[in-house]
């Protein structure tokens, strides 16, 4: 009995592999199997690739016809990217220097020929490129047809070149040093050296510019390390074919210049005349003036100044007191955020690209626009130009919406448009553009004030809630003078 049931499961589950039509069962997540994390992505640095080229030399020499047909080849191939010391008539010297003294010897055109084509002289010239030339061969030699004639070459060859990566094709920023005319700044009353603050920031907004992945952010900091590197392949320690990495160095489009004006947040002390208690307060935030210049021209782009408060402690007699690191990373984190938002949306205005009912879909994400945050929506309009000049002066803008951000990727933004006060249906995609960020709501931002202020001991707010009034002067020394309450 037992045989004849394994018997007829077998034929049950022979019976369903052959069936065309049996479902074929679906895991879930949650049957047990493990699925592989995506490989992550090769960050792209170039590569060094063979470009095969035609090039015709003419020189009093063979040596010299084959050497301007190998410049001629190098400069067809990467122009003048290569390091000059690499692509001068001097390079192949010695590979050429036997063809110039067989043809002073009196050798024949038909035996000088033979030996230029031939696969030895062929390998010696590739030898002596440095891996700037992998194949090379001489199509054709024409000899002077009369005494100090010149000799004629065509050679093909494959020469290297480097191709750069994508993102070299992006517009180039420099972000410069951070200036100040203060050598520190007041936090707290902790005193912050300038260089801690202002190298802190000029690191912070090129991470955020490079996030963002609009722009090529250019290094010019580690200079003398990237030479070094550079070094090492010209003196010939590296594989051969990194000699195409030379003088492939980017120049800036832009440079974006910022100095702080001023950083500060102050603590104000008063000392009561009925007490012996002092009333503190802080307050404080800060301005940064930058400018976008464009290095072709040094025409400024964008000039303006941005600035920023940070959240005042009223005043209270409890010896309130504050995390001056905290304090101070946060007015950073503001600056940086401004900073790079006002750079993005003057270089790469942020548009609507998607549209169903008041949910969109923004053109950037990264860190040029921030979760929860609030924002400006124009409806661009005709384009006007000035009739002096006849340049744009921008298009006309009318007042749309306000988008609340609700989702950040790498690359987009999720949002849901608020506040709307026109007609949304048939408007194009790019037609709706993202202005500057709105500040919290009113009664928000005073929920959020009333929040920060220290409330005094119910047992001592009667006492002293009349030293409180108008007690808001700024001052760091403790006065005693006469009428003084």
């Known amino acids: ?51 095969a080229v035609a090039a015709k030399g003419v020189g009093m020499t063979p040596g010299a016809a084959v050497n301007d047909a190998l410049k001629t080849a190098i400069s067809q191939v990467n122009g003048v990217a290569v390091d ?35 696969q030895q002289f062929a390998e010696l010239i590739v030898s002596h490129s440095s891996g700037l030339v992998s194949s090379f061969k001489v199509l054709n030699v024409t000899a002077p047809a009369k005494e100090g004639g010149s000799y004629s070459v065509d050679i093909e060859a494959k020469v290297a070149k480097f191709k750069a990566p994508a993102d070299s094709g992006k517009i180039k920023i420099v972000v410069a040093p951070l200036r100040s005319k203060q050598t520190s700044f007041n ?30 952010v250019l290094d010019r900091q580690f200079a003398g390390d990237i030479q070094n590197e550079l070094d090492m392949i010209n003196s010939g320690q590296t594989t051969n074919t990194d000699i195409a990495k030379l003088g492939q160095v980017l120049s800036a489009d832009l440079i974006w210049v910022g100095e702080i004006n001023s950083l500060a947040y102050d603590k104000h002390v008063r000392q009561l005349q009925t007490s012996d208690r ?48 905290k304090t101070l990373s946060d007015m950073q984190a503001e600056i940086v955020k401004k900073a790079t938002e006002a750079i993005l949306l003057r270089s790469f205005p942020i548009s609507i690209v998607e549209r169903t009912g008041n949910q969109v879909v923004l053109s950037q994400g990264g860190v040029a626009l921030q979760e929860n945050s609030r924002y400006r929506v124009s409806l661009l309009g005709k384009e006007l130009k000035d009739p002096q000049t006849g340049q744009s002066l921008g298009n006309m803008e009318s007042a749309c919406c306000e988008a609340v951000i609700t989702r950040v990727t790498p690359n987009l933004s999720y949002a849901t448009l608020e506040n709307v006060q026109i007609k949304l249906d048939g408007i194009k995609a790019g037609a709706l ?53």
């Open 84 to 118: 000059a010391s690499s692509a001068n008539l001097n390079v192949f010297a010695q590979a050429t220097a036997t063809l110039d003294v067989d043809s002073a010897d009196g050798h024949d055109s038909a035996k000088l020929a033979a030996q230029m084509q031939g």
């Open 433 to 485: 553009q993202v202005r500057e960020a709105l500040a919290a709501s009113t009664a928000k931002a005073a929920n959020d004030v009333e929040g920060e202020v220290p409330l005094l001991h119910p047992k001592s707010a009667g006492k002293h809630a009349k030293e409180a009034v108008g007690a808001t002067e700024t001052t760091t020394a403790k006065p005693k003078e006469k009428g003084d309450w």
């Open 187 to 216: 936090i707290g009353g902790r005193t912050v050296p300038a260089s801690e603050v202002l190298e802190s920031l000029h690191r912070q907004i090129v991470d955020a510019l490079t996030q963002a992945g609009r722009f090529s």
């Open 1 to 51: 009995m037992k045989n004849l049931l394994l018997f007829a499961l077998l034929i049950g589950t022979l019976a369903a592999c052959g069936d065309k039509k049996a479902p074929i069962p679906v895991l879930s997540p949650t049957d047990g199997v493990s699925v592989p994390a995506p490989m992550s992505q090769v960050p792209d640095v170039g590569k060094v690739e063979q470009i």
């Open 278 to 325: 002092d009333l503190v307060s802080y307050s404080g935030g800060w301005s940064v003036s930058q400018r976008m210049i464009n290095v072709a021209t040094r025409q400024i782009q964008q000039s303006n100044t941005l600035q920023g408060a940070a959240p005042s402690i009223g005043p209270s007699t409890m010896g309130a007191g504050i995390d001056a690191t």
